[in-house]
């Protein structure tokens, strides 16, 4: 089992505080005691600071529980696929706002990644990984969903709190998104 380096998850009494439904709470414990470790691995993997790590994974909590109705078993593979696929989006996500914000360069050193960031690498790499990572949130979201662990239009849908409609509107406009910035690392 992966230790967080000084950290740890935000604890489950919060969560639960939140959710009414007895079932619900059973659902989100499992999720809670099972994932949380994978969670701050994977945010850890991207973001290399605790701290940050532990916020991404408490959003990524409160994503999780404004869709728990929505996941069905704690223990399948598409559950953890979800979660993991909504963990790296917040890290991403909030690695991006730091970059923003940040005038002076990172330290790597002190992010306790190598070289060059895991992030930066995908940022930086010519094809569609890249392309992926430029990806404003939502867009990447769903194409992730759809293609990358096989939901489809209505489950992705049903978990995103769309309609079928509004979901394959969103996948045109990441896959034109995209595209251009598949041509555009070719010039």
């Known amino acids: 089992m992966y230790e967080p380096k000084g950290g740890s998850p935000p604890p489950m009494i919060v969560y639960l505080a939140m959710i009414e439904a007895p079932e619900e709470k059973r659902k989100f414990e499992a999720l809670y005691e099972r994932y949380r470790d994978l969670m701050f691995y994977t945010a850890d993997q991207i ?13 990524a909590f409160l994503k999780i529980i404004n869709h728990l109705e929505k996941i069905g078993d704690p223990l399948c593979p598409q559950t953890r696929a979800l979660i993991v696929t909504i963990t790296e989006n917040k890290a991403i996500d909030l690695y991006r706002r730091r970059k923003r914000r940040s005038m002076v360069p990172f330290d790597e050193a002190y992010l306790g990644v190598p070289d060059i960031s895991v992030i930066e690498q995908v940022e930086d790499g010519a094809g569609i990984a890249g392309a992926i990572a430029r990806l404003p949130g939502h867009y990447r979201e ?6 990358a662990h096989g939901y489809s239009t209505e489950e992705v849908a049903e978990l995103l709190s769309l309609s079928p409609e509004n979901v394959k509107k969103l996948i045109q406009r990441a896959r034109k998104k995209l595209e251009g910035y598949l041509e555009e690392s070719e010039v």
């Open 47 to 59: 973001l290399g600071d605790t701290k940050d790590s532990e916020d991404v994974v408490h959003e």
């Open 142 to 147: 769903v194409l992730l969903l759809k293609y």
